[in-house]
């Protein structure tokens, strides 16, 4: 049988290195031919935690955009994660009602979730919000969104697969957040401050009355007829709205950093500042509050939720922090899950880890892994990004000062015996032998004589072109991963003067890289993990799906389509099943800057 080409059944370049795949269909029972990725993980992404709402023992963040995330919390020391729904958007605020979680989106609007299943949560609808959405509320079956430069926007949701848009009212300013007690929704309107707004008819909501508070007004909370507004750098506003027309302020209380979030229950108010973490406050008295405690956790605070005694705080650099407030005086904080973090690298040496983050190199016993005991560290500047380690070396890439060398011998003070000042940002770094090599940004791969350790010596380098971010080395070839241009296959066995044998372009930012056996494992960006071939001589994986069971399949190559007579037979198969994979392992850029594939039948 003539094969028949069919323009779209080509599939796009899979590899760098000049490969192209052809998928031709072949009579009644079409063979698609497509490159095979051999593994991917994980199925969720991670994000930093701008909201929490807590229902029972369970903790719903939203992660910017990391989406939505579901956390059993019922053990604080151990909060497990149950699911979560990656959004299209960046998801900044969430509400829950029932069965039904309500993510604000930013620019993809409302998202409604059924949460039902935590462990396999559904989209059942949304709405596109004409601004950003921020923050989100909801009565019944009426979804309030604080939609920054749109105002505040009202939405039936009562049919999730088919959110209709009631009514608005727009802000003087930016709606930053918003709570609803009865028929009155409080805006808190960034540079407007409150806004207290009617909506009795949610088709035409009625403005009542304001407060222009001192500062930025970021968040509200509205318990009986006083207003808890979170004002960033005025700290907390207690104001009574029980004449919505003529809001008047009662008191204040001054946070001394970025008040952001609140949440009251009884007669205490939790406030989330951003550097100043969570303070716990006394309103039992309006006029007077009162401060009752603080707990500093490890990063900024920025969204906060109570249930019970416990408090529970998200914040952009520490996740989910989760705090017995049952003794305001004294904060205890019971457990943690980090959903975004500001450590960069790490490495195990029998049983002590070496942790590169902001501050620098950490030294961790690791022996109990249940209770790990810092036993050192090394303050670099400005932050350290990645660390390998060599006998009782570390070598720890310290962003744009260069690589930095330090003795570990003694855990409890290292001390630094060298460095090297690259000409780029140096993000990854792997040591083979007196080598070590270097993923140096925008300037590549750079070659790093270490025989020396108080006097590195550069040998050579490759510009791979983009941002070089990930290294590891096997043998005489070097794997680097560069943001811009894939996964890069370099030749280093003369450092002077290394040589590229080829590359992946792997769809997203390639930033690690590890090789084990003839296997690359590449962490992709959103994509998550990817698997390849190594280098030299590629064994190019294919999956081979319809077609007709029974029936030989012939695969068929060619370098050169403009050839009257190009393709080439290299291996026949009568699988007994579909679909299959085939291995070629004779795919050398040296001889093939370009190889072209089809698979047919009979």
């Known amino acids: 049988m003539k094969p028949t080409n069919h323009n779209s059944n080509w599939t796009r370049p899979a590899l760098a290195l000049g490969l192209l795949l052809n998928a031709l269909a072949f009579?009644?029972?079409?063979?698609?031919?497509?490159?095979?990725?051999?593994?991917?993980?994980?199925?969720?992404?991670?994000?930093?935690?701008?909201?929490?709402?807590?229902?029972?023992?369970?903790?719903?963040?939203?992660?910017?955009?990391?989406?939505?995330?579901?956390?059993?919390?019922?053990?604080?020391?151990?909060?497990?994660?149950?699911?979560?729904?990656?959004?299209?958007?960046?998801?900044?605020?969430?509400?829950?009602?029932?069965?039904?979680?309500?993510?604000?989106?930013?620019d993809a609007g409302l998202e409604i979730i059924d949460v039902s299943n935590p462990a396999n949560p559904v989209r059942?609808?949304?709405?596109?919000?004409?601004?950003?959405?921020?923050?989100?509320?909801?009565?019944?079956?009426?979804?309030?969104?604080?939609?920054?430069?749109?105002?505040?926007?009202?939405?039936?949701?009562?049919?999730?697969?088919?959110?209709?848009?009631?009514?608005?009212y727009d802000t003087s300013e930016s709606a930053e957040g918003v709570a609803v007690s009865g028929t009155v929704a409080y805006v808190a309107d960034y540079l407007g401050g409150l806004e207290i707004i009617d909506v009795t008819n949610p088709v035409s909501p009625v403005w009542l009355g304001g407060y222009r508070t001192s500062g930025v007004t970021c968040g509200v909370a509205v318990s009986g007829s006083i207003a808890?507004?979170?004002?960033?750098?005025?700290?907390?506003?207690?104001?009574?709205?029980?004449?919505?027309?003529?809001?008047?302020?009662l008191s204040c209380y001054y946070t001394y950093a970025w008040a952001w979030r609140v949440a009251v229950s009884g007669s205490v108010a939790y406030l989330v500042d951003n550097y100043a973490g969570l303070q716990i406050i006394d309103v039992s008295n309006p006029a007077s509050p009162l401060w009752l405690g603080g707990y500093q956790g490890s990063g900024t605070a920025q969204g906060v939720a109570v249930s019970g005694t416990v408090a529970y705080v998200v914040g952009y650099t520490n996740g989910l922090e989760i705090i017995d407030v049952s003794n305001p005086a004294h904060p205890v904080r019971l457990g943690s899950y980090g959903t975004n973090w500001l450590t960069w690298g790490v490495t195990v040496s029998g049983t002590v880890a070496y942790?590169?983050?902001?501050?620098?190199?950490?030294?961790?016993?690791?022996?109990?892994?249940?209770?790990?005991?810092?036993l050192g560290g090394y303050a670099t500047s400005p932050e350290a990004v990645d660390v390998a380690v060599s006998g009782g070396v570390a070598y720890v890439t310290d962003d744009y000062a260069g690589l930095q060398i330090i003795d570990i011998s003694n855990p409890a003070s290292p001390v630094r015996l060298g460095g090297y000042d690259t000409s780029g940002y140096v993000c990854s770094v792997a040591v083979s032998g007196k080598l070590a090599y270097l993923a140096d940004g925008d300037a590549g791969l750079q070659i790093i004589d270490v025989s020396n350790l108080a006097?590195?010596?550069?040998?050579?380098?490759?510009?791979?072109?983009?941002?070089?971010?990930?290294?590891?080395?096997?043998?005489?070839?070097?794997?680097?991963?560069?943001?811009?241009?894939?996964?890069?296959?370099?030749?280093?066995?003369?450092?002077?003067?290394?040589?590229?044998?080829?590359?992946?372009?792997?769809?997203?930012?390639?930033?690690?890289?590890?090789?084990?056996?003839?296997?690359?494992?590449?962490?992709?960006?959103?994509?998550?993990?990817?698997?390849?071939?190594?280098?030299?001589?590629?064994?190019?994986?294919?999956?081979?799906?319809?077609?007709?069971?029974?029936?030989?399949?012939?695969?068929?190559?060619?370098?050169?389509?403009?050839?009257?007579?190009?393709?080439?037979?290299?291996?026949?198969?009568?699988?007994?099943?579909?679909?299959?994979?085939?291995?070629?392992?004779?795919?050398?850029?040296?001889?093939?800057?370009?190889?072209?594939?089809?698979?047919?039948?009979?």
């Not at 609808?125 to 959405?133: F, K, L, P, R, V």
């Not at 808890?228 to 302020?249: C, H, K, M, Q, W």
Request: hydrophobic share 40%.
């Open 455 to 602: 006097s590195p010596v550069r040998l050579g380098g490759y510009d791979t072109g983009g941002t070089a971010v990930g290294v590891v080395v096997s043998g005489s070839v070097a794997y680097v991963t560069d943001m811009t241009f894939g996964l890069q296959i370099i030749d280093v066995s003369n450092p002077a003067s290394p040589a590229r044998l080829g590359g992946y372009d792997t769809s997203d930012y390639a930033c690690g890289v590890a090789v084990a056996g003839n296997r690359i494992f590449v962490a992709n960006a959103e994509q998550g993990l990817k698997v390849y071939c190594t280098l030299p001589n590629v064994q190019q994986m294919m999956r081979v799906e319809d077609g007709t069971v029974g029936t030989p399949f012939t695969f068929e190559t060619a370098t050169n389509l403009t050839e009257p007579v190009a393709w080439t037979p290299i291996f026949t198969t009568n699988p007994g099943a579909l679909p299959f994979e085939f291995t070629d392992f004779d795919v050398r850029i040296a001889s093939y800057p370009q190889k072209f594939y089809r698979v047919r039948q009979p």
């Open 228 to 249: 808890y507004v979170a004002d960033d750098t005025a700290g907390l506003e207690i104001i009574d709205v029980s004449n919505p027309a003529s809001p008047v302020r």
């Open 355 to 374: 942790v590169a983050e902001e501050n620098g190199l950490q030294i961790i016993d690791v022996s109990n892994p249940a209770h790990p005991v810092r």
């Open 124 to 168: 059942l609808g949304g709405y596109d919000t004409s601004g950003d959405a921020y923050g989100v509320a909801v009565s019944g079956t009426v979804a309030y969104v604080a939609d920054r430069s749109a105002g505040l926007q009202i939405i039936d949701v009562s049919n999730p697969a088919s959110p209709v848009r009631l009514g608005g």
């Open 27 to 106: 009579g009644a029972g079409p063979a698609h031919l497509t490159p095979l990725l051999q593994g991917k993980w994980p199925g969720f992404t991670s994000g930093n935690a701008y909201d929490v709402k807590v229902v029972g023992n369970r903790a719903y963040l939203a992660l910017r955009e990391g989406g939505l995330a579901v956390l059993d919390v019922s053990n604080p020391a151990s909060p497990v994660r149950l699911g979560g729904y990656d959004t299209s958007g960046f998801a900044n605020g969430v509400a829950v009602s029932g069965t039904v979680a309500y993510v604000t989106d930013g």
